[in-house]
């Protein structure tokens, strides 16, 4: 006979570590380097494992260079203190804009721009492994050599593991360069870049995201005219693996975008992008947000020159940013909203269907009310999204002009506030705060850095925040997707699945009979750190008839421990007599011998040694139907095998007898 209860659950196991470098305390945060002269510019990825990398340049030996720090989901530095030194090349006085990201297998892709090059611009990659490694030399790759002015490059991976630059080449009319670079750090493209130009418009702002067949889609502007009274579009295109244009579409073709607006983009998980801006469409001297998704064929989600993510009048909608629901294709947007003459500031959003359709109302969901005139600022926001949650964070200043608050909240589908108190501080020393940016690990934490000019000119610093709204190692996400029972005649076997562990020594099983009184009958270990989903079992043998309760216990590396709601257990009636081999055999001193029962029967229960010899009787009494255990000490007999019997008298008058033999081992 065969019996399987099972139950679907998900868990967030709560648990502190020892070794934690995480904050729960926003006066505070992790510093992730404030040292001599100038921390600016933070970027920051998830890896695989749950941790992180941040990158920034740095002024601490007098002139800029760009160092990276590797942390663990726990928050602990995994290099040196105050970050790896990754070029120390000349750089101007001043920066551009640069990128990061992690590859398939967790190393970490950097591109910048320095004037090694004679005093030039160019745009540089380097590859650095989880332990600190240069695999693309220790110079990195020199992307376009020339005299002209390249910034800002941007990357994205390839779904067959390469890696794809596009930067700014400043021209008589600005060009797109893109360059292919494979693990190995071999220019796949040639060894000059592809460059991307127009006749008629130049091209800025190039940003890219995975698309299928090892291709990219590129974003970029499309500008004609002199600045600051330039006409500005927005373009998408397709680049295949080799490097040639797919298709080509326009995203926005009314050219009402300010010159120095840089749209922001984002991959949709499923080879295609998003695209949000804000623009004057209307001629009213009023920002409006939009957006557009643009699949991995071209074609567009959303209306033609994007959705407009609010009809409110008399507002400006600026810096719109987006997240995006690949389980459900919804758009999130959230945005700074002002009046016209931008002394009040607060925070709208809209989500929008699969086809673009507004779903909070036509003027959105208001999230932050407009402030009083000149009393506080917002700037610097940045949108995540997990567990089915939209989660928006940002930088607010007060009426002196600092921005001395890093603060967000979640949302949910109905754009419900999910966090108690609806917003979370991450920090709030009163020193100055910019460059916020943002990641979501696996596990669904979000993890952000910031510069901060808390001690000097300016360190950087990191918080993370889980679902909850709960800063530091609140949450150590072993997350549980299934426990379930089979019973196999008089075992039961215990199946469970996690997707993702995080400092998972492993499992503890208990039992109990009444849901109440447990204890400890096994240990399963864990898989420690992954992402990757892992299934177990446990096999609890000579389990007595009628109801019993099982749950699991996780225990992490520090001690710490969660326990799981537990499972009810059904265990049937028996078919047949049965003497059950004893367990555990061999065995010293005690073990465990099980019978069932069909009916209510009288049972005698002897051990013999192998001269026929009665030893001890085990066990003699009436027994009600069902399966029994009973334990047997054999401390004071010696080594050697032994023979049990079974007989039984049944009340209908069935009789029964059976035999086993058992190893005692000292």
């Given at each position: 006979m065969k019996t399987i209860q099972s139950?679907?659950?998900?868990?967030?196991?709560?648990?502190?570590?020892?070794?934690?470098?995480?904050?729960?305390?926003?006066?505070?945060?992790?510093?992730?380097?404030?040292?001599?002269?100038?921390?600016?510019?933070?970027?920051?990825?998830s890896t695989s494992d749950g941790g992180c990398y941040i990158s920034w340049f740095d002024t601490r030996s007098g002139s800029y260079s760009v160092y990276l720090q590797r942390l663990d989901a726990m928050g602990n530095k995994q290099w040196a203190p105050n970050g790896l030194l990754v070029s120390n090349n000349p750089h101007d006085t001043w920066i551009t804009d640069y990128d990061l990201l992690a590859d398939d297998n967790d190393n970490a892709i950097i591109a910048f721009s320095d004037i090694r090059n004679g005093g030039n611009l160019n745009p540089v990659v380097y590859a650095i492994s989880p332990t600190g490694d240069f695999l693309w030399g220790n110079n990195g790759i020199v992307l376009n050599?020339?005299?002209?002015?390249?910034?800002?490059?941007?990357?994205a991976k390839t779904n067959d593991g390469n890696i794809v630059v596009a930067w700014i080449i400043s021209a008589a009319r600005s060009q797109v360069g893109l360059q292919k670079i494979s693990q190995a750090g071999a220019k796949l493209w040639g060894s000059n870049p592809i460059i991307l130009q127009s006749a008629t418009e130049g091209l800025n702002y190039p940003d890219i995201v995975t698309s299928d067949s090892g291709g990219v889609i590129l974003f970029h502007t499309a500008t004609t005219g002199n600045f600051p009274a330039q006409t500005v579009k927005l373009r998408a295109k397709k680049?295949?693996?080799?490097?040639?244009?797919s298709w080509d579409v326009s995203i926005q073709n009314i050219g009402t975008i300010a010159a120095f607006t840089v749209p922001e983009v984002y991959p949709d998980n499923n080879f295609g992008g998003l695209i949000a801006w804000h623009d004057d469409r209307d001629n009213n001297n009023l920002q409006s947000a939009f957006v557009q998704r643009v699949s991995s064929s071209g074609t567009l989600y959303f209306p033609v020159n994007g959705a407009e993510a609010s009809l409110l009048s008399n507002r400006h909608k600026f810096n719109p940013v987006a997240a995006f629901d690949n389980t459900t294709g919804d758009t999130y947007v959230f945005w700074k909203e002002t009046e016209p003459n931008q002394n009040q500031n607060g925070i709208t959003g809209q989500k929008f269907s699969s086809n673009g359709t507004r779903q909070w109302t036509d003027n959105g969901k208001i999230f932050k009310d407009l402030s009083a005139p000149n009393t506080i600022s917002i700037s610097y926001l940045t949108a995540e999204m997990g567990n089915g949650r939209a989660y928006l964070f940002y930088l607010e200043g007060n009426s002196s002009g600092l921005n001395d608050k890093?603060?967000?909240?979640?949302?949910?589908?109905?754009?419900?506030?999910?966090?108690?108190?609806?917003?979370?501080?991450?920090?709030?020393?009163?020193?100055?705060?910019?460059?916020?940016?943002?990641?979501?690990?696996?596990?669904?934490?979000?993890k952000l850095a910031w510069g901060d000019n808390r001690l000097d000119a300016s360190g950087i610093y990191a918080q993370d925040i889980n679902p909850n709204g709960e800063l530091g190692n609140s949450v150590v996400p072993v997350e549980l997707v299934s426990f379930s029972a089979d019973v196999l005649e008089n075992s039961v076997v215990l199946n469970w699945v996690t997707a993702t562990e995080l400092n998972n020594l492993g499992f503890e099983i208990e039992h109990s009979i009444n849901n109440h009184n447990f204890r400890k009958i096994g240990f399963v270990p864990g898989s420690g750190t992954t992402a990757e989903m892992r299934s177990y079992s446990f096999v609890v043998q000579n389990v007595?008839?009628?109801?019993?309760?099982?749950?699991?216990?996780?225990?992490?590396?520090?001690?710490?421990?969660?326990?799981?709601?537990?499972?009810?257990?059904?265990?049937?009636?028996?078919?047949?007599?049965?003497?059950?081999?004893n367990h555990p055999n061999p065995f010293n001193p005690n073990t465990t011998i099980s019978f069932s029962l069909p009916v209510e029967a009288d049972v005698t229960i002897k051990?013999?040694?192998?001269?026929?010899?009665?030893?001890?009787?085990?066990?003699?009494?009436?027994f009600a139907a069902g399966i029994h255990n009973i334990n047997f000490d054999a401390q004071n007999l010696s080594s050697g095998v032994y023979v049990y019997t079974l007989e039984t008298a049944g009340v209908n008058g069935a009789g029964f007898k059976s035999t086993k033999k058992m190893l005692l081992l000292r």
């Open positions: 139950f679907l659950l998900i868990f967030i196991l709560l648990n502190i570590s020892l070794t934690a470098q995480w904050s729960s305390n926003p006066a505070i945060n992790l510093t992730v380097c404030d040292t001599t002269g100038e921390q600016a510019l933070a970027k920051i990825v050599p020339t005299t002209d002015f390249q910034p800002s490059p941007k990357l680049l295949s693996s080799t490097g040639t244009v890093v603060e967000g909240f979640a949302c949910d589908g109905s754009g419900n506030f999910l966090w108690p108190g609806n917003f979370t501080v991450l920090s709030n020393p009163t020193s100055d705060k910019l460059q916020l940016v943002s990641t979501v690990d696996v596990y669904k934490n979000c007595s008839s009628g109801i019993q309760y099982y749950r699991l216990k996780q225990v992490d590396f520090g001690g710490s421990s969660t326990l799981y709601n537990s499972i009810e257990v059904t265990v049937p009636m028996p078919d047949n007599f049965v003497l059950y081999q051990l013999f040694n192998m001269l026929g010899q009665e030893i001890t009787k085990i066990t003699e009494g009436n």
